[in-house]
């Protein structure tokens, strides 16, 4: 797997019927190794490890009703309410990340109502701040830090 824009951090790997897996953390299983798993272990590690959000808090992979279509969401961060807070949409490092990506993060947000959004491909990161007065999308330079 190639190099990513995250620290770097250990990861658990084992191999089965001839194809890699990775260790997730909240999941405490071995998926199998995409390269799109490759971006999202990252990013959990970069959310759990550097930007202190509690693994409790953590989804990975669940269920999301949009409209009449079942939808998962790659990474959501919860407060202690179960409300989402962080809603995060990963894409294999080969994926631009293109008004499309963000117009499928916004559908899922819909439902969601996150106060932030975060988008990547393990290259780029894009973080927003939702302003759901106004009804736009504030970028930041940078996701804050847990509070």
């Not at 620290?7 to 405490?28: G, H, M, Q, T, V």
């Not at 998926?31 to 693994?55: A, G, I, M």
């Amino acid at each position: 797997m190639i190099q990513l824009n995250f620290p770097k951090y250990e990861f658990r790997f084992k191999s089965r019927e001839n194809k890699a897996l990775i260790f997730d953390i909240i999941r405490k299983k071995y998926v199998v190794l995409t390269p799109e798993e490759w971006v999202r272990q990252h990013c959990l590690h970069f959310l759990l490890k550097s930007k202190k959000y509690p693994s409790g808090l953590a989804l990975v992979e669940r269920r999301l009703k949009v409209g009449d279509l079942d939808k998962r969401m790659d990474i959501a961060i919860c407060n202690r309410a179960g409300k989402i807070e962080l809603l995060v949409e990963c894409k294999a490092p080969e994926i631009n990340l293109d008004q499309k990506v963000f117009d499928q993060i916004a559908r899922y947000n819909w439902e969601a109502r996150a106060d932030f959004l975060m988008v990547t491909n393990g290259l780029q990161h894009y973080y927003c701040r939702m302003d759901y007065e106004k009804q736009e999308y504030i970028f930041l330079p940078d996701l804050p830090d847990y509070k």
